[in-house]
Structures are given as structure tokens and as C-alpha cells.
């Protein structure tokens, strides 16, 4: 038969839950925890600020992208690629409503792609 009393361990964490929580409840409705909160929370979003700024001047330094820096490029592919996508729907529609062929479309080699141009050569500078 099993022993219907929970395990000591249980008895000891519900002992001391019910001494706690009454108090605990009591004193997070009080105006001096909601200040506590509030200057903590500002105490964090501070630390972080200063050391977010701090890292990013650290990568400038060293030439190299900070997070903000990633973030907005990430932020400028996601709107480049919205934008292509918005234009290739609108050609596509264009290209159904007149089935015609458009000068551009003739100007393209119907063979393969176009050729590459010449690539520039990498400057040396002069010896003296």
C-alpha cells in the first residue's frame, strides 16, 4: 500500500509557504516595493544602456559593426526585399496585361546571361 502522506520534504516546503506567502503578498501591495521595483528596473535598463554603448563604441574602435549596426542593416534587407518583391508581383502583372514584347525584354540576349564586365586592377602605390 502506498503511504497517503506526501514526502517529508513536501511537508517542509508547504510548512514554510504557508508562513511566507501571507507576508510576501502583504508587502508587494505596498508603495515601498513599487518604488523598489521602479528604481530597480531603471537601475537594469541604465547598466544595460551603458554597457550596450560601451560595446558598441568597443567594435567602432576596432572597425568592426556593432549590434545596432546589424540590426538596421537586417532591418534595410527586410524593406530591399520587400520592395523587390512588390516590384517583381507588379512586372508580372504588366507582363500579363500586355503579351507583347517590350524593348527591354528584346534588349537581352536570348542566348545566355550578359557579359561580365572588365574588372579594375588593385592600385599599388608609387615607390619612390
Known amino acids: 500500500m502506498a503511504d ?9 516546503f508547504d510548512a514554510v509557504e504557508r508562513r511566507v506567502t501571507p ?6 501591495r505596498t508603495e515601498t516595493f513599487a518604488v523598489g521595483a521602479a528604481l530597480t528596473r531603471r537601475a537594469v535598463t541604465l547598466a544595460r544602456d551603458s554597457a550596450r554603448g560601451a560595446t558598441t563604441r568597443f567594435w567602432h574602435l576596432i572597425d568592426l559593426p ?15 526585399d520587400r520592395e ?4 517583381t508581383l507588379q512586372l ?6 500586355t503579351p507583347e514584347e ?3 525584354d528584346s534588349a537581352q540576349p536570348a542566348d545566355g546571361p550578359r557579359p561580365r564586365p572588365a574588372r ?9
Open 4 to 12: 497517503p502522506s506526501p514526502p517529508l520534504w513536501r511537508q517542509a
Open 23 to 28: 507576508r510576501a503578498e502583504e508587502f508587494v
Open 66 to 80: 556593432a549590434g545596432t549596426d546589424v540590426s538596421r542593416l537586417r532591418a534595410q534587407v527586410g524593406a530591399l
Open 84 to 87: 523587390v518583391r512588390r516590384l
Open 92 to 97: 508580372e502583372a504588366e507582363r500579363r496585361r
Open 102 to 104: 517590350t524593348d527591354v
Open 120 to 128: 579594375r586592377r588593385t592600385q599599388r602605390p608609387a615607390r619612390p
